[in-house]
Structures are given as structure tokens and as C-alpha cells.
């Protein structure tokens, strides 16, 4: 199986390694806090999981996931990520983040800026628009009539793969939605975003799961900031 490596062990990260670890996959977390913070998130995970060091869950990763605040991305260590796919889980909340021009004007993508700070490895954008407990709840074993799709982007159909065979493994099918530049498609505010996901917060395990045909005509309907 995969050593899945997470820089960032929040509420996405922490999902996706309670999925990974149920599917068999080991995981390595990480966090800006430092690996004895993570002791309760590990402890409950098991044996598969460890924590340390963001580099040091870098370098361990076969597929690794950053899922941290945009603002930090600068952060992400580079060298140890050489040669490896990255799923990138990024949202650009500008209250949050500070203001990024190039995202404010839309001449680029979250995933784009990740993938020029990270030129020797292949960027796959994901994870970004499904709410962690709907992420958590909404996987189903492969051919449920029930399973859920994700979208993905990337410039490399080999990444794209691989990425797909580990949603696959986690419970759910994917979409490709093309390149980087695309992934604006299911970035925040659009019509793939979380709102396919969304349910009264004291109701969501009632959340109806969406299939491809639901987030394909989604994605298709998603229109820029600019044109809203």
C-alpha cells in the first residue's frame, strides 16, 4: 500500500488520513505545531500512522497531500518533494490569506501558484470542495449506487491517475476536469463547491452524495468571479 504523507493535519487532513488508514495506506502527519501536538490524532489512528516533521512527512510520502492555509504555501518544503505528486487541497480566502493579486485578478489558480513553488514535483488539485465531515461520511465502497465523485486537475495524466486510483481507494470515483488552469472549476463560491455537499450542520449526515453526472454538469455551470 501507500505511505501518504500530510502537510497539514486539520480537519481536511485528518480526514483524508482516517480514510487512507482505513483503506490500508500508511500515513505520515504533520503540522505547523510540530509532531507532539499530533499524539491524540495518532494514537487514535493506530498503527499505521506516525507523526513528524513537515520535511520529514515530505520525504516519506510515495503521494503526498498539502492541506494548509494558502497563505503558508511558500512554506512547503521543496526538495524533498522532488519527483513526487502532490495533492494540493487549497482555497483562497483572501480574509484569511491576505490578498494574492494574481488569484484577485484570476490570471492564475491556487494549485498553479503551489506547482511554480514546487517546479520539480506534479501538482494534483483535490480535496478542496467537499466539507471534512461529508468527506468522512459520503465514502462508499466501488460500484455503490450511492458513491460520490471528486473532482481533480492536473497537468499530468500519469499524476491524475494515480490520484484517481487513491480516491478510488478512499471511497470515492473522480472526475478530471483537466489542466491546472481548470481548477478554478471547483474552487470556493462556484457551483461544484461545497454547496453539492451542504446540509443543515445539525442534519448532515443526510447530505445526498453526488455522482459524476451531478458534479460534471456542476463544473460545467461554474462561471468566473469576474462573470458573476
Known amino acids: 500500500m501507500t505511505t501518504v504523507g500530510l502537510i497539514g493535519s486539520g480537519n481536511i487532513g485528518g480526514t483524508v488520513a482516517r480514510l ?25 489512528l493506530g498503527p499505521r500512522a506516525r507523526a ?20 503558508a504555501y511558500r512554506g512547503v518544503p521543496v526538495e524533498p518533494l522532488a519527483g513526487k505528486i502532490v495533492i494540493d487541497t487549497n482555497n483562497y480566502y483572501p ?6 493579486p494574481e488569484l484577485d485578478d484570476e490570471s492564475t489558480t491556487t494549485s498553479e501558484l503551489l506547482q511554480r513553488h514546487l517546479p ?10 467537499v466539507y471534512f465531515k461529508h468527506l468522512l461520511a459520503l465514502a462508499r465502497p466501488g460500484g455503490a449506487a450511492d458513491r460520490s465523485a471528486l473532482p481533480i486537475a492536473g497537468d499530468d495524466a500519469g499524476a491524475k491517475a494515480t490520484v484517481t486510483a487513491f480516491l478510488d481507494s478512499l471511497g470515492y470515483d473522480a472526475v478530471d476536469v483537466g ?26 449526515e443526510r447530505a445526498a452524495p453526488t455522482g459524476t453526472d451531478k458534479l460534471r454538469a456542476a463544473l460545467a455551470a461554474a462561471r468566473r468571479y469576474a462573470d458573476n
Not at 480574509?95 to 494574492?100: A, C
Not at 520539480?120 to 470542495?129: D, R, Y
Open 20 to 44: 487512507a488508514v482505513a483503506a490500508g495506506h500508511d500515513v505520515v502527519l504533520s503540522n505547523s505545531r510540530g509532531p507532539e501536538t499530533l499524539k491524540d490524532l495518532v494514537d487514535d
Open 120 to 129: 520539480e514535483s506534479t501538482v494534483v488539485k483535490g480535496f478542496n470542495n
Open 179 to 204: 489542466p491546472l488552469a481548470e481548477g478554478w472549476r471547483f474552487q470556493r463560491d462556484t457551483t461544484a463547491y461545497a454547496a453539492l455537499y451542504s446540509a443543515d450542520p445539525t442534519d448532515w
Open 95 to 100: 480574509e484569511r490569506d491576505g490578498s494574492f
Open 52 to 71: 513528524a516533521t513537515a520535511t520529514e512527512a515530505a520525504a516519506a510520502g510515495d503521494l503526498v497531500v498539502v492541506t494548509i492555509p494558502l497563505r
